[in-house]
């Protein structure tokens, strides 16, 4: 089926050609993808059959019912013979024609059989229903008993009406009759296909109702990324923006070829600004809170690793074709060297001139802010805490010095060695002469002075530079220098002050964004 879609705001509106594959239309909310949809239904015409499950077991109003795409295909005799047993709804409906057909073929089988004739009972749209809604939900059967529907549990008496079913058990019967009637080669509509359904069977249901209608397209809106992806070979059309008065969206279709994770492609349907991928677990992580309240005007997304913040920062980027939006990323500096750091710069993946997101929260100016907030005097307090902190890297100089050696010459390994070599012999020689050339000892003696200067300059910057050690802002008594009780207290007290409007707020957001090279006026590095 060619399908072509509504009006786009700066190009032709996009026509694709589904050769049977299910198209999904996704989108943040408010941007359009409703209106997007129906607009799509209506150029369509009767080729469009459109199911919801919201609406199907909860619009009960008869006119609506019989303008719906259930009530066209049952018709008027149906939709007044459910009125009047007082259901209205488009579940009822079904329900209705699929026990309207089932007399039909029965009464059928029964003529042509009294007419002498050797024929058997076709199988039957209610039959198809049963099989995979039981096989949804094993343990339960579906019963046809004097003209009504009735269910049950297997080993047991008890027999009740489809009002007694869950709203994810009506809507797995709903979805599936529905579109057994939908027409020929017609577009199938599905509003919301995860809607009252559990995760464990959303994806292996629709795969097994899209094979009941392979003549069908099966076009879905959906919020869900597990279920999108779950779509082999789906065009998926992203739309971004409406414009209501030009009557016109802005979309695109996603590439599929361009390898597009699942969190890079949660950050492209759903952000309305531009997209800041960053570590941490996105609910307890520090960076979570943090960094929200300082690139307020991002969009947030958290990944988890290091890597992933870098592998999706260059799949965005490499997306922005389409897309047009900017992202960039965040990273601890950990152990990089200038030269590595610069490099994540060049890719637009910002890293701090601190070792790691908890040194941030020890900056002097925000240890002082947190003072102030306190009611404590924040010379007083920055002093005591910058000399605690100088006072442990010293004592753990050595053993810092080797970590940052560690790492320097895990990274020079890793240039060294990528090079080519003819024969397993060039490769041990090669390997045999790295110890020479990057001499780790001479390494790590340069570390050791570097570090010591810091201690002997009391240089707190530096020391928070190359610093990795969580244990500094509880051992730095910074908590209780400010009147808190614990480094839980001084994290909340940090976020709450980012939060109230005011100067304490302006100063660390102020010196969070020094922190990553960036001027007052900057929010990211220039392109």
Same mark, same amino acid.
């Given at each position: ?25 996704? *989108?943040? @909310? *408010? ?43 049952? *018709? ?78 297997? @080993? ?34 599905? @509003? ?64 599929? $070829?361009? @390898? ?66 900017? $992202? ?147 051992? $730095? ?51």
């Amino acid at each position: 089926m060619k399908i072509t879609f509504p009006k786009h705001r700066h190009d032709n509106p996009l026509t694709v050609e589904s050769a049977g594959a299910p198209i999904v239309i996704v *989108g943040a @909310n *408010g941007a359009g993808k409703s209106r997007f949809t129906s607009q799509l239904i209506t150029s369509l015409g009767k080729s469009a059959f459109a199911l919801s499950a919201l609406h199907g077991l909860y619009v009960r109003d008869s006119d609506r019912l019989r303008q719906s795409s259930v009530g066209l295909i049952c *018709g008027n005799e149906i939709v007044d013979a459910a009125v009047s047993a007082g259901h209205c709804n488009e579940l009822d409906l079904l329900l209705s024609q699929l026990m309207h057909d089932e007399m039909l073929n029965l009464l059928n089988y029964k003529l042509l059989k009294a007419e002498g004739k050797d024929v058997s009972l076709q199988r039957t749209r209610l039959d198809r229903v049963i099989e995979l809604w039981q096989d949804v939900f094993p343990g339960n059967r579906i019963l046809v008993e004097s003209g009504r529907f009735l269910f049950s549990r297997v @080993n047991t008496d008890d027999r009740y009406s489809a009002f007694r079913l869950s709203d994810g058990e009506q809507a797995v019967i709903y979805y599936i009759a529905g579109v057994l009637y939908a027409p020929a080669n017609a577009a199938i509509f599905i @509003n919301s296909p995860e809607m009252f359904l559990h995760p464990t069977i959303m994806q292996a249901l629709w795969s097994r109702i899209e094979l009941l209608r392979p003549d069908c397209t099966f076009i879905y809106t959906t919020h869900d990324l597990e279920f999108t992806s779950s779509r082999a070979h789906a065009t998926v059309v992203w739309v971004r923006d409406y414009d209501q008065t030009a009557a016109d969206w802005e979309y695109s279709v996603l590439d599929d $070829s361009a @390898n597009i994770t699942e969190d890079v492609y949660q950050a492209i349907i759903g952000a309305r600004k531009p997209v800041l991928f960053i570590e941490g677990d996105g609910v307890h992580s520090i960076d979570s809170k943090l960094y929200p309240l300082v690139f307020t005007e991002f969009t947030v997304k958290s990944l988890g690793s290091c890597n992933k913040v870098i592998e999706a920062t260059r799949s965005f980027n490499d997306l922005n074709g389409f897309h047009h939006m900017d $992202s960039y990323g965040i990273v601890d500096r950990d152990r990089r060297d200038d030269h590595e750091v610069q490099y994540l710069r060049g890719k637009r993946v910002m890293v701090p001139e601190v070792a790691e997101i908890e040194n941030i929260l020890m900056l002097e100016d925000v240890v002082k802010a947190v003072a102030r907030g306190c009611g404590r005097d924040p010379r007083r307090v920055f002093d005591k805490v910058s000399r605690a902190v100088i006072s442990q890297f010293s004592l753990a100089l050595k053993q810092q010095a080797l970590l940052h050696t560690r790492h320097r010459v895990k990274r020079l390994v890793e240039y060294r060695i990528d090079g080519r070599f003819s024969d397993i012999a060039m490769l041990e020689s090669h390997i045999m002469k790295l110890h020479d050339e990057i001499a780790p000892r001479k390494i790590y003696e340069e570390y050791c002075r570097q570090f010591r200067r810091y201690v002997e300059q009391n240089d707190y910057a530096g020391v928070l530079k190359v610093y990795n050690q969580k244990s500094m802002l509880p051992a $730095s008594n910074v908590a209780a220098l400010c009147g808190l009780h614990n480094k839980d207290e001084y994290i909340s007290a940090v976020i709450d002050l980012l939060r109230k409007p005011g100067e304490e707020s302006q100063i660390i957001r102020k010196a969070v964004k020094h922190c990553f090279g960036l001027d007052d006026e900057m929010t990211v590095y220039p392109s």
